[in-house]
Protein backbone atom coordinates (compact mmCIF):
# COMPACT_ATOMS: atom_id res chain seq x y z
CA UNK A 1 0.00 0.00 0.00
CA UNK A 2 1.25 3.75 -0.77
CA UNK A 3 -0.04 7.31 0.08
CA UNK A 4 -0.21 9.03 3.06
CA UNK A 5 -2.44 7.03 5.46
CA UNK A 6 -1.50 3.66 3.95
CA UNK A 7 -1.60 0.33 6.43
CA UNK A 8 0.86 -2.04 6.15
CA UNK A 9 -1.11 -5.29 5.65
CA UNK A 10 1.18 -8.43 6.75
CA UNK A 11 -0.98 -10.89 4.30
CA UNK A 12 -1.36 -14.97 4.95
CA UNK A 13 -3.37 -15.83 1.92
CA UNK A 14 -2.50 -19.50 1.66
CA UNK A 15 -5.64 -21.48 0.58
CA UNK A 16 -7.55 -18.55 -1.02
CA UNK A 17 -8.94 -18.50 -4.09
CA UNK A 18 -8.87 -15.01 -5.70
CA UNK A 19 -10.40 -14.25 -9.19
CA UNK A 20 -8.60 -10.97 -11.15
CA UNK A 21 -11.38 -9.37 -13.23
CA UNK A 22 -9.58 -7.30 -15.76
CA UNK A 23 -10.66 -4.83 -18.59
CA UNK A 24 -8.40 -4.26 -21.48
CA UNK A 25 -8.51 -0.90 -22.53
CA UNK A 26 -4.81 0.98 -22.56
CA UNK A 27 -3.11 -2.52 -22.86
CA UNK A 28 0.29 -1.21 -21.39
CA UNK A 29 -1.60 0.14 -17.99
CA UNK A 30 -3.12 -2.85 -17.59
CA UNK A 31 -0.57 -5.14 -17.99
CA UNK A 32 1.19 -3.57 -15.30
CA UNK A 33 -1.97 -3.50 -13.25
CA UNK A 34 -2.60 -7.18 -13.82
CA UNK A 35 1.06 -7.75 -13.29
CA UNK A 36 0.96 -6.06 -10.10
CA UNK A 37 -1.61 -7.71 -8.51
CA UNK A 38 -0.67 -11.36 -9.95
CA UNK A 39 2.71 -9.98 -7.66
CA UNK A 40 0.94 -8.91 -5.09
CA UNK A 41 -1.05 -11.94 -4.58
CA UNK A 42 2.10 -14.56 -5.15
CA UNK A 43 4.05 -12.91 -2.13
CA UNK A 44 0.54 -13.10 -0.03
CA UNK A 45 0.96 -16.75 -0.73
CA UNK A 46 -2.43 -17.14 -2.81
CA UNK A 47 -1.92 -19.94 -5.41
CA UNK A 48 -5.43 -20.21 -7.01
CA UNK A 49 -5.35 -17.11 -8.92
CA UNK A 50 -7.35 -16.86 -12.49
CA UNK A 51 -6.97 -14.16 -14.37
CA UNK A 52 -10.02 -13.05 -16.83
CA UNK A 53 -10.39 -10.52 -19.15
CA UNK A 54 -13.51 -8.13 -20.01
CA UNK A 55 -13.38 -5.40 -22.67
CA UNK A 56 -13.73 -2.57 -21.19
CA UNK A 57 -14.41 -1.29 -17.00
CA UNK A 58 -17.98 -1.16 -17.63
CA UNK A 59 -18.13 -5.18 -17.95
CA UNK A 60 -15.86 -5.12 -14.66
CA UNK A 61 -19.29 -5.58 -12.25
CA UNK A 62 -20.76 -8.27 -14.57
CA UNK A 63 -17.25 -10.16 -14.65
CA UNK A 64 -16.80 -9.30 -10.48
CA UNK A 65 -20.23 -11.39 -9.64
CA UNK A 66 -20.23 -13.95 -12.24
CA UNK A 67 -16.30 -14.68 -9.94
CA UNK A 68 -18.10 -13.96 -6.93
CA UNK A 69 -19.77 -17.06 -7.04
CA UNK A 70 -16.60 -19.37 -7.31
CA UNK A 71 -13.93 -17.22 -4.84
CA UNK A 72 -13.08 -16.01 -1.80
CA UNK A 73 -11.86 -12.56 -2.93
CA UNK A 74 -11.96 -10.65 -6.52
CA UNK A 75 -9.93 -8.15 -7.57
CA UNK A 76 -11.22 -5.42 -10.77
CA UNK A 77 -8.66 -3.66 -12.57
CA UNK A 78 -9.46 -1.21 -15.07
CA UNK A 79 -8.80 2.35 -16.74
CA UNK A 80 -10.65 4.79 -17.60
CA UNK A 81 -9.27 7.94 -19.36
CA UNK A 82 -10.89 11.34 -19.47
CA UNK A 83 -12.28 11.98 -22.88
CA UNK A 84 -14.24 15.11 -24.27
CA UNK A 85 -17.84 13.68 -23.48
CA UNK A 86 -19.61 13.16 -20.22
CA UNK A 87 -18.70 9.17 -21.49
CA UNK A 88 -15.88 9.52 -18.80
CA UNK A 89 -17.86 10.02 -15.96
CA UNK A 90 -21.18 7.12 -16.75
CA UNK A 91 -18.37 4.53 -17.38
CA UNK A 92 -16.72 5.61 -13.98
CA UNK A 93 -19.86 5.89 -11.88
CA UNK A 94 -21.31 2.52 -13.50
CA UNK A 95 -18.27 0.57 -12.61
CA UNK A 96 -17.80 1.85 -9.68
CA UNK A 97 -21.09 1.47 -8.02
CA UNK A 98 -21.50 -1.84 -9.83
CA UNK A 99 -18.47 -3.17 -8.28
CA UNK A 100 -19.30 -2.07 -5.16
CA UNK A 101 -23.30 -3.36 -5.34
CA UNK A 102 -21.52 -7.48 -6.06
CA UNK A 103 -19.52 -7.03 -2.98
CA UNK A 104 -22.64 -5.61 -0.51
CA UNK A 105 -24.90 -8.66 -2.01
CA UNK A 106 -22.19 -11.82 -2.68
CA UNK A 107 -20.24 -10.66 1.03
CA UNK A 108 -17.76 -11.11 -1.04
CA UNK A 109 -14.98 -8.46 -1.09
CA UNK A 110 -14.10 -6.78 -4.24
CA UNK A 111 -10.43 -4.86 -4.52
CA UNK A 112 -11.19 -1.81 -6.17
CA UNK A 113 -8.57 -1.05 -8.73
CA UNK A 114 -10.30 0.79 -11.50
CA UNK A 115 -7.95 3.83 -12.19
CA UNK A 116 -9.86 7.43 -13.36
CA UNK A 117 -7.53 9.99 -14.91
CA UNK A 118 -7.47 12.87 -17.21
CA UNK A 119 -5.11 10.97 -19.14
CA UNK A 120 -2.35 8.71 -19.66
CA UNK A 121 0.05 9.66 -17.56
CA UNK A 122 -1.75 9.59 -14.47
CA UNK A 123 -2.58 6.25 -15.23
CA UNK A 124 0.82 5.33 -16.40
CA UNK A 125 2.11 7.10 -12.63
CA UNK A 126 -0.02 4.53 -11.26
CA UNK A 127 0.20 1.36 -12.96
CA UNK A 128 3.31 -0.51 -11.13
CA UNK A 129 5.43 -0.38 -14.29
CA UNK A 130 8.82 0.47 -14.00
CA UNK A 131 9.48 4.40 -13.52
CA UNK A 132 5.44 4.49 -11.89
CA UNK A 133 5.30 6.48 -8.52
CA UNK A 134 2.52 3.50 -7.17
CA UNK A 135 1.33 -0.04 -7.93
CA UNK A 136 -2.62 0.24 -7.86
CA UNK A 137 -2.93 -3.25 -9.12
CA UNK A 138 -0.82 -4.67 -6.11
CA UNK A 139 -2.74 -2.32 -4.04
CA UNK A 140 -6.05 -3.86 -4.82
CA UNK A 141 -5.04 -6.93 -4.48
CA UNK A 142 -3.88 -6.99 -1.32
CA UNK A 143 -7.01 -4.98 -0.04
CA UNK A 144 -9.63 -8.22 -1.21
CA UNK A 145 -7.02 -10.11 0.53
CA UNK A 146 -7.14 -8.47 3.99
CA UNK A 147 -10.72 -8.24 3.64
CA UNK A 148 -11.06 -11.94 3.21
CA UNK A 149 -9.23 -13.16 5.86
CA UNK A 150 -11.19 -10.30 7.92
CA UNK A 151 -14.79 -11.56 7.29
C1 LIG B 1 -16.12 3.14 -24.81
C2 LIG B 1 -15.00 3.27 -23.83
C3 LIG B 1 -14.24 4.45 -23.77
C4 LIG B 1 -14.51 5.63 -24.64
N1 LIG B 1 -13.20 4.55 -22.93
C5 LIG B 1 -12.90 3.51 -22.11
C6 LIG B 1 -11.82 3.61 -21.19
O1 LIG B 1 -11.08 4.61 -21.12
N2 LIG B 1 -11.57 2.54 -20.39
C7 LIG B 1 -12.33 1.39 -20.43
O2 LIG B 1 -12.05 0.47 -19.63
N3 LIG B 1 -13.35 1.29 -21.29
C8 LIG B 1 -13.65 2.30 -22.14
N4 LIG B 1 -14.69 2.20 -23.02
C9 LIG B 1 -15.40 0.89 -23.14
C10 LIG B 1 -16.54 0.67 -22.11
O3 LIG B 1 -16.01 0.36 -20.84
C11 LIG B 1 -17.38 -0.55 -22.58
O4 LIG B 1 -16.53 -1.65 -22.84
C12 LIG B 1 -18.17 -0.24 -23.84
O5 LIG B 1 -19.02 0.87 -23.64
C13 LIG B 1 -19.01 -1.46 -24.29
O6 LIG B 1 -19.93 -1.85 -23.27
Known sequence: MSGAGAPTLDLDGRGLKVVVVA????????????????R??????????????VPGSFELPV???????TADAVVALG?????GTPHFDYV??????GLTQVGLN??????????TCDDEQQALD??????????K???????????????
Open 92 to 97: CQAATW
Open 23 to 38: ASWHTTVMDGLVAGAE
Open 40 to 53: ALAEAGVQDVTTVR
Open 137 to 151: GAEAAQAAVATALTL
Open 106 to 115: TGIPVGFGLL
Open 63 to 69: AAQRAAG
Open 126 to 135: RAGLPGSRED
Open 79 to 83: VVIRG
